[in-house]
C-alpha cells in the first residue's frame, strides 16, 4: 500500500485551510450582509449590535489563520479550531434570530461538510457532536422572532434562501479544494517521472 509521506499531508491541510480561510471571508460577509437586509430592508426587529458582535470572533480566527498560512507549518488543530468557531457562532446568531424556528439553520450542515472533507474523521465527528448539541440548545434558550406579515410565507422564503446558500457554500468548497489536490497529485506524478527518467538516464 502506498502511504503519503508527511509532507504530502501538510501540503493537503494547507490546500483545505487556504479554501477554507476564503470561504469563512465569504461566509462572515454573507452574514453580516443578511443582518443588515434583515433589519434595515425587511424591517424585521434584530439585536443588530449584539449580532455584529459574534462575527468579531469569526473575522479575527480568519484573520490569524491568513497570517499562519504565511508559515510552513499549520498545527493541526487550526482547521478544526476554525469550524467550531463558525458552529458556536452560527448558534450564537441563530440564538438571537429565532432558534431552531430560523430557517438558516441549515446553515450547520456547511462546517460539517467543510470538515468531512478537509480534517480527520475523529475532529469531523467531534464537530458533528458539537453542532447536535448547540442546535439542540437553541431548542430551550432562544429569543423569539417577530416576522411581519405572513409568517408562514415568509419562513418558507427564508428557508429557500438558506438552502441555496448552504449548498452554494458546500459545492463551491468541495470543488475547489478537490481540484487543487487533483493538481497537486498531478505535479507529483510529474516530479517523479522526471525522476524516474533521471535515474535511468544516469544508470
Same mark, same amino acid.
Given at each position: 500500500?502506498?502511504?503519503?509521506?508527511?509532507?504530502?499531508?501538510?501540503?493537503? #491541510?494547507? *490546500?483545505?485551510?487556504?479554501?477554507?480561510?476564503?470561504?469563512?471571508? $465569504?461566509?462572515?460577509?454573507?452574514?453580516?450582509?443578511?443582518?443588515?437586509?434583515?433589519?434595515?430592508?425587511?424591517?424585521?426587529?434584530? %439585536? /443588530?449590535?449584539?449580532?455584529?458582535? @459574534?462575527?468579531?470572533? #469569526?473575522? @479575527?480566527?480568519? !484573520?490569524?489563520?491568513?497570517?499562519? !498560512?504565511?508559515?510552513?507549518?499549520?498545527?493541526?488543530?487550526?482547521? %478544526?479550531?476554525?469550524?467550531?468557531?463558525?458552529?458556536?457562532?452560527?448558534?450564537?446568531?441563530?440564538?438571537?434570530?429565532?432558534?431552531?424556528?430560523?430557517?438558516?439553520?441549515?446553515?450547520?450542515?456547511?462546517?460539517?461538510?467543510? =470538515?468531512?472533507?478537509? *480534517?480527520?474523521?475523529?475532529?469531523?465527528?467531534?464537530?458533528?457532536?458539537?453542532?447536535?448539541?448547540?442546535? $439542540?440548545?437553541?431548542?430551550?434558550?432562544?429569543?423569539?422572532?417577530?416576522? %411581519? $406579515?405572513?409568517?408562514?410565507?415568509?419562513?418558507?422564503? $427564508?428557508?429557500? /434562501?438558506?438552502?441555496?446558500? #448552504?449548498?452554494?457554500?458546500?459545492?463551491?468548497? @468541495?470543488?475547489? /479544494?478537490?481540484?487543487?489536490?487533483?493538481?497537486?497529485?498531478?505535479?507529483?506524478?510529474?516530479?517523479?517521472?522526471? =525522476? #524516474?527518467?533521471?535515474?535511468?538516464?544516469?544508470?
Amino acid at each position: 500500500m502506498n502511504r503519503r509521506a508527511p509532507h504530502d499531508d501538510a501540503e493537503a #491541510a494547507r *490546500i483545505n485551510l487556504r479554501w477554507t480561510v476564503v470561504l469563512r471571508f $465569504g461566509a462572515t460577509l454573507a452574514q453580516l450582509t443578511t443582518i443588515l437586509v434583515t433589519r434595515y430592508v425587511m424591517g424585521i426587529e434584530l %439585536p /443588530v449590535a449584539a449580532l455584529l458582535a @459574534l462575527l468579531v470572533p #469569526a473575522l @479575527l480566527s480568519n !484573520l490569524y489563520a491568513a497570517l499562519r !498560512l504565511r508559515r510552513r507549518s499549520v498545527p493541526p488543530w487550526l482547521s %478544526p479550531g476554525l469550524l467550531a468557531i463558525d458552529v458556536l457562532v452560527l448558534t450564537g446568531l441563530l440564538s438571537l434570530t429565532g432558534g431552531p424556528l430560523n430557517p438558516f439553520s441549515f446553515l450547520y450542515l456547511v462546517p460539517v461538510a467543510m =470538515a468531512a472533507v478537509g *480534517i480527520s474523521e475523529r475532529w469531523t465527528w467531534a464537530l458533528v457532536l458539537l453542532s447536535v448539541l448547540c442546535s $439542540g440548545v437553541l431548542f430551550f434558550h432562544h429569543r423569539p422572532l417577530l416576522l %411581519p $406579515g405572513d409568517h408562514m410565507r415568509t419562513h418558507l422564503r $427564508g428557508m429557500w /434562501v438558506a438552502f441555496s446558500i #448552504a449548498a452554494g457554500f458546500i459545492v463551491y468548497f @468541495l470543488l475547489r /479544494v478537490t481540484r487543487a489536490l487533483a493538481r497537486r497529485e498531478e505535479d507529483l506524478r510529474e516530479l517523479g517521472q522526471q =525522476a #524516474a527518467q533521471r535515474e535511468r538516464l544516469a544508470a
